[in-house]
């Protein structure tokens, strides 16, 4: 399988160099060549299958000719056999018709740890087979750094480095990444915003000769392979609730866009998914844009849904890449319009296609504790605050209910402790993987926001 820019002057290459790089070198974002599809007849066999098996078989196409393709099955049995719930992702019935399925059984408890765990792992022995190093460099508002480490501590060919603004992360978070105690895991607290971080780290990206002295690698939803285990959670999802030949729609707490973007990949691949609900908090760009047709950049505004506090969707470039059907000079004008005025429009034949699948909504915090308070006294279920979010994305679409409709829960209620405790009024317990979080030791390095400094750090704490 060959993959190609979103940009369209990237050159095509294989799996293992997407898993490897990240972000094409013109800037755009790495999509299949070729969208393998599963007839309902393949999709009606894997019913039964463990979600291991299911992965095994979604993800079996788009690897083709990878180095690590005759590992693969092992090395994804081996992944999801560690995660805390014997399912991987259970499904809860809330409601007539409305699921929660819950992907926070991973050991960081956020849906990112279904992919990033099994990618952790298959860097791991894509480096032995090629004998190389890599330097993983990130910045995190929160989860992406807590799932990123713990899918690569204590792993051979690889360190991480991963920038965090200080004293703006949830203590939970804070701990889950600094407390890892493993020596190829570098936690830098940066004196300044999550955009300060980000910015270093493009800036990182950026400087040839430092990533190509260190081997630079990046585990941001940026990276197809992320997406890629992703669509493996919208299979098993359709598959538990038995809605393969019938309809059915999601309801998607987002900030990146890689979520939501996952699932509409399953659709392409045959799924038989009617709406996609976009859930925004205050950080309402998709839901402006699903009303407008127009991407205006605003101010982040910090929320109780911190992961969504995001104002440029990434992974939307994908999806313009298929709305446009790989045009990629109208890709590459909109973008170059987003990047110097701030905003882009798309066409109005594009925008109807859009729209046939997806439909956003926003709620603030207030309407967010609502929905959780609301779920406990309805149905005894905690929901977290982003999760929330999606569930309450639902509210103000009425004629929904004819379908099934799941709602991803993206993480454990008590990574936001202080969100639960103000919604419905009692802390939710720690579980088993985190909870001797507050007894374990620290450990951080914390640095000015000045590029040239922390680069010496990593200079000097790389794995070469
Ligand atoms: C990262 C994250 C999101 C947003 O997911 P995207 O793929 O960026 O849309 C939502 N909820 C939680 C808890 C997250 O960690």
Not at 10 to 31: K, M, Q, R, S
Not at 221 to 236: D, E, G, K, M, P
Not at 272 to 277: A, G, M, N
Not at 426 to 441: F, G
Request: glycine fraction near 6%; charge should be neutral; proline fraction near 4%.
């Amino acid at each position: 399988m060959k993959y190609c820019s979103t940009r369209g002057s990237a050159p095509h290459i294989d799996f293992d160099d997407v898993l490897l790089t990240g972000l094409a070198n013109d800037g755009g974002l790495y999509i299949p060549h070729k969208w393998p599809s599963f007839s309902e007849s393949e999709i009606n066999n894997m019913q039964g299958m463990t979600y291991g098996e299911l992965a095994t078989e979604i993800v079996q196409p788009f690897t083709e000719g990878s180095l690590i393709q005759e590992d693969l099955k092992k090395l994804i049995l081996e992944t999801y056999k560690s995660f805390s719930h014997s399912d991987v992702a259970p499904l809860r019935n809330i409601k007539k018709n409305i699921w929660i399925m819950e992907l926070y059984h991973g050991p960081s408890l956020s849906f990112k740890d279904y992919a990033l765990q099994v990618i952790g792992n298959i860097f791991e022995s894509l480096l032995l087979k090629k004998n190389k190093t890599i330097n993983i460099v990130g910045a995190t508002s929160g989860d992406t750094g807590s799932a990123a480490i713990s899918s690569c501590a204590n792993r051979s060919g690889m360190n991480i480095f991963i920038l965090h603004p200080e004293g703006r992360v949830s203590e939970v978070q804070r701990r889950q990444m600094t407390t890892v105690n493993s020596s190829n895991v570098f936690n830098i607290a940066i004196k300044g915003t999550f955009d300060d971080c980000q910015s270093l780290v493009k800036l990182m990206f950026k400087d040839e000769n430092f990533r190509e002295r260190i081997n630079l690698s990046a585990v941001n939803s940026i990276n197809w392979a992320r997406i890629l285990f992703q669509i493996v959670y919208y299979f098993y999802a359709v598959l538990s609730i038995g809605s393969q030949n019938k309809s059915v729609s999601f309801a998607v707490p987002t900030g990146n866009f890689g979520n939501v973007f996952a699932g509409y990949c399953s659709k392409k691949m045959g799924l038989p998914i009617s709406k996609f609900y976009v859930g925004s908090n205050n950080n309402d760009i998709l839901t402006r844009f699903f009303s407008s047709s127009s991407m205006v950049i605003k101010d982040v505004i910090p929320t109780i849904s911190p992961a969504m506090d995001i104002q440029v969707s990434s992974n939307f470039e994908r999806l313009l890449y298929d709305a446009y059907e790989g045009d990629y000079l109208q890709v590459n004008k909109l973008m170059r319009n987003f990047s110097n005025k701030k905003s882009f429009t798309v066409d109005p034949e594009v925008f109807k296609k859009i729209k046939l699948y997806f439909q956003g909504y926003k709620l603030n915090d207030e309407q967010t504790k609502f929905v959780m308070k609301r779920t406990f006294d309805e149905s005894q279920y905690i929901l977290d605050p982003h999760t929330a979010v999606g569930l309450g994305a639902i509210d103000n679409f009425s004629n929904i209910l004819e379908d099934p409709l799941v709602v991803l829960s993206t993480a454990h209620p008590s990574k936001f402790p202080d969100a639960v405790k103000s919604a419905v009024g009692k802390e939710p317990s720690l579980p088993e993987p985190i909870k001797d979080l507050y007894n374990l030791k620290e450990e951080y390095t914390v640095l000015p926001n000045d590029l040239e400094l922390v680069k010496n750090y990593i200079d000097s704490n790389a794995n070469l």
